[in-house]
């Protein structure tokens, strides 16, 4: 049976200051899923804008130097979040995302003055840095103003904000066609500026010291040693086998970001121009409905029995498996957009229950340094995946790797199902039921 960490605390402190309304967990949610479109939508706009760019800053025509634009981002990304998940467990989180969201606003606005690749390379790193800081701490803070009934719920809506950032991304194409590169650059960073703005007044903290009200049941917050807190993490045994399952998905979750158009475009034989966007509007509209679903479906499910949100989540990893298969080896577009909106519908159920079911083993006090391990951890199987499907496409052979990414997900669903036993849906009732 997995092992579980210890809970000290076991008396709750009077509630201090102004009492929480009751819909301002849903307040949190609403203000944190513009940051979350924000986040996506401003490192996707590069990757949309090559051509437009390219005439200015003659280095961006060489593939291999925009790689390094696209990679020095999503390699300090990863080595970040588990450190961004550290400083979140041990600073007001408001703070944490109004700071992160100004920084890489203000870099976004600052790539629109770039003259050479040098600038753009080192903006990139920042934002990697500043981006890097927001998810850990936004995610927590959901979590600790949600219970049982709402979590994953919740969760699900604030991710449906990073498939619209990822959409809108898109159109800083339109703009940089329309305007100019430097002006897309511009916009977008200077509506980031303004809102980071809003967020000083209506964005509020959870305090580490206030109690948490989950289902009539209360607790309390304290910062734990660093060292201590990393401890206990390491000897959770619950914990290694959640970093794993979160891992072995991000490989077709991040193979279908990067590579599913160009799937789409040797397999239907059509235009990048048409098989991006089909591709792309497919999997952000499944996935849409998937965390919905998957959210109202696991809150339900969880007040019957504690391992609700594993079989949800477990539902959603189930779907993908077919899915990868006939995103493989399918050659029209009934199968292939078919198999595009059963992967994002089961992965949408699957990114809406990664939080909540964090929840059931690991005490609030560290759940975003839990939570920055495991986006480390998927971010790594992304850049792995990504290098190894590009040397796939070069050999011929991108649909088989679709279809074999199937086999490695059910490895990760039957050791999620078979070892994974929560004994309560907050880790910190434990003690005090």
């Known amino acids: 049976m997995a092992s579980n960490l210890p809970f000290q605390e076991s008396q709750a402190l009077p509630l201090a200051g102004k009492p929480t309304p009751s819909n301002y967990p849903w307040v949190v949610v609403a203000l944190l899923w513009v940051v979350a479109l924000l986040n996506y939508m401003d490192r996707q706009m590069l990757s949309t804008m090559k051509p437009s760019m390219q005439i200015d800053i003659h280095e961006l025509q060489s593939a291999t130097n925009f790689g390094y634009l696209m990679a020095v981002f999503l390699w300090i990304y990863g080595f970040m979040s588990p450190v961004s998940g550290l400083i979140a467990d041990r600073v007001n989180r408001k703070w944490l995302i109004v700071g992160s969201l100004f920084v890489w606003s203000g870099v976004t606005f600052a790539m629109g003055y770039a003259k050479t690749f040098d600038q753009l390379y080192w903006l990139r790193a920042i934002m990697g840095v500043s981006e890097a800081l927001y998810i850990p701490a936004g995610l927590s803070l959901i979590a600790d103003y949600h219970s049982s009934k709402t979590r994953s719920l919740a969760i699900g809506i604030h991710m449906t904000g990073l498939y ?21 650059f511009h916009s977008f960073g200077i509506v980031g ?9 209506f964005l509020r903290e959870k305090k580490h010291d206030e109690p948490i009200n989950t289902d009539d049941k209360i607790s309390i917050k304290g910062n734990v040693p660093l060292l201590k807190g990393l401890g206990l993490l390491f000897t959770n045994i619950s914990f290694w086998i959640i970093l794993f399952y979160f891992a072995i998905p991000s490989l077709p979750g991040w193979g279908v970001k990067n590579w599913l158009p160009t799937l789409f475009a040797e397999n239907l034989g059509i235009e990048m121009s048409l098989a991006g ?5 497919t999997i952000a509209a499944s996935s849409f409905l998937g965390v ?24 959603g990893l189930a779907l993908t498996i077919p899915a990868l298969l006939f995103i493989g080896f399918g050659h029209s577009i009934f199968h292939l957009v078919g198999a595009a909106f059963c992967f994002g519908f089961g992965y949408g159920m699957f990114d809406a229950n990664n939080m909540p079911i964090l929840c059931q083993f690991v005490s609030s006090k560290y759940r975003a340094t839990a939570y920055g391990l495991m986006n480390m951890v998927g971010v790594f ?10 040397k796939s496409t070069d050999e011929g052979n991108l649909g088989q790797s679709f279809a074999m990414m199937g086999a490695v997900v059910v490895v990760a669903l039957v050791i999620q199902l078979t070892i994974l036993r929560p004994k309560a849906d907050d880790f910190d009732t434990l003690t005090i039921e």
Not at 381 to 390: E, K
């Open 164 to 184: 619209m950032g990822q959409a809108l991304g898109g159109f800083g194409a339109t703009i940089a066609a329309t305007f100019s590169w430097q002006q897309a």
């Open 292 to 315: 919905i679903v998957g959210g109202v479906l696991s809150d339900y499910w969880v007040q019957k029995n504690l391992k609700g949100r594993i079989y949800t989540s477990a539902i």
């Open 277 to 281: 966007p089909l591709s792309t509007i």
């Open 193 to 201: 500026i303004i809102y980071s703005l809003v967020l000083i007044l």
């Open 381 to 390: 199987a992304g850049a792995f995946i990504t290098d190894l499907l590009g």
